[in-house]
């Protein structure tokens, strides 16, 4: 119990600290809001942290529907996979490796983003229910534009006193796209207590984590007629940390999580909490009678959005749903009309593992 409440307390001092200091939202780089849904996304150091085998995630988010002509402002997918390696061989820790791939495309000039991340990291067990990992990451990234959409001064017709799409545009007709690499790398710390229990979610695990994206700065460039202007990327910093609070002899469980973000002169704090029901409780010796959960709670992303979030846990499988409502001056912009995110992510057990301690992943 006492370690329950400093993980409450230290919870409360991380958000208190880090609210202080983020006045602004908004960064440049595309985001979930269910990050426990991309952890590659997150941090590097994450990849391979699992009780299973294999793991798998497809994300999709829909966001902004109002504020574009011809549907979303921003639509966003990604796929990631990553797996345990040497595992068996050695027993003070393992590698993961793992692979992510999204693409962005954001309004109606279809301003787009592809980027292809592998991710490799080192996991060691400080002790029995300890252990911290570090990770890099590399990736290829493509950026374009279509100018289809766009509208010119010349082809405003004085005739008629308005737009005209057939007349000529006497500027750019194309603009191909680029290309560049892009680096990253994390730390994190993990905590899980085996706390056994006839019945019940008594379940204590803590996770905490920092990272930084785009290392390297990476030149962008769109524009083909500035050979000398290139727009180097900023880099993200990511602190993060959350964490499962069983409650003693009940089927029930809390988990509070923190991420703060900083990209040059943007921050983007989201502070939330899901509560979690064992619906059913998963067969520790048979493995017959698999698990269920149900996960339900809300983030509130600082100056920007409230997002109400659910979770629901099959055996092997999960799928999480969110809506992110706006609630700063951009819901204006927006018309009402803020962000429907779905996730899905599939896991298989690690059959050399024979821990109790995760009911469900």
């Known amino acids: ?28 780089d595309i985001h979930f809001s269910q990050y426990s849904m991309t952890p590659l996304m997150l941090n590097p150091a994450y990849t391979g942290i699992d009780r299973g085998d294999h793991r798998a995630f497809i994300n999709y988010k829909n966001q902004w529907l109002g504020m574009a002509e011809k549907g979303a402002a921003y639509r966003t997918s990604s796929f990631s996979y990553d797996t345990h390696l040497f595992a068996k061989k050695f027993s003070a820790g393992y590698v993961g490796a793992g692979i992510n791939a999204f693409k962005d495309v954001a309004g109606d000039l279809k301003l787009g983003t592809s980027q292809l991340n592998i991710s490799i990291a080192g996991i060691v067990y400080v002790t029995s229910s300890q252990a911290v990992s570090g990770g890099i990451q590399g990736g290829y990234v493509q950026k374009s534009i279509s100018t289809d959409g766009m509208q010119w001064d ?93 409650i003693a002899n009940t089927n029930y469980g809390i988990m509070p999580s923190v991420v703060l973000f900083k990209q040059g002169k943007c921050y983007e704090l989201d502070l939330g909490a899901m509560v979690r029901w064992t619906l059913k409780a998963k067969s520790r010796y048979t493995g017959y009678v698999q698990g269920m959960a149900l996960s339900m709670g809300a983030q509130y992303r600082t100056n920007d ?56 992943d």
Not at 2 to 28: M, N, P, V
Not at 330 to 356: C, D, Q, V, W
């Open 1 to 28: 119990m006492k370690k329950t409440y400093f993980i409450c307390i230290a919870f409360y001092t991380l958000f208190c600290i880090l609210f202080s200091g983020a006045d602004r939202a908004f960064a440049q």
């Open 305 to 360: 959005a409230v997002i109400p979030m659910l979770l629901f846990e099959y055996s092997n499988y999960a799928v999480g749903l969110s809506y992110d409502i706006n609630t700063s001056s951009l819901a204006k912009g927006t018309r009402g009309k803020g962000g429907f995110e779905i996730s899905l992510r599939f896991l298989t057990p690690n059959p050399f593992n024979h821990s109790s301690a995760r009911l469900l």
């Open 154 to 246: 010349s082809q405003y017709d004085n005739e008629t006193g308005a737009y005209n799409a057939s007349l000529p545009t006497n500027d750019v007709i194309s603009i191909p796209p680029y290309h560049f690499g892009d680096f990253s790398a994390g730390l994190a710390w993990n905590y899980l207590e085996n706390r056994t229990s006839a019945a019940g979610d008594n379940q204590l695990k803590v996770n905490f984590g920092i990272a930084a994206f785009h290392i390297n700065r990476p030149k962008q460039k769109l524009d083909p007629y500035a050979s000398t202007i290139t727009d180097n990327l900023y880099s993200k910093f990511v602190i993060h940390g959350d964490a499962h609070i069983g």
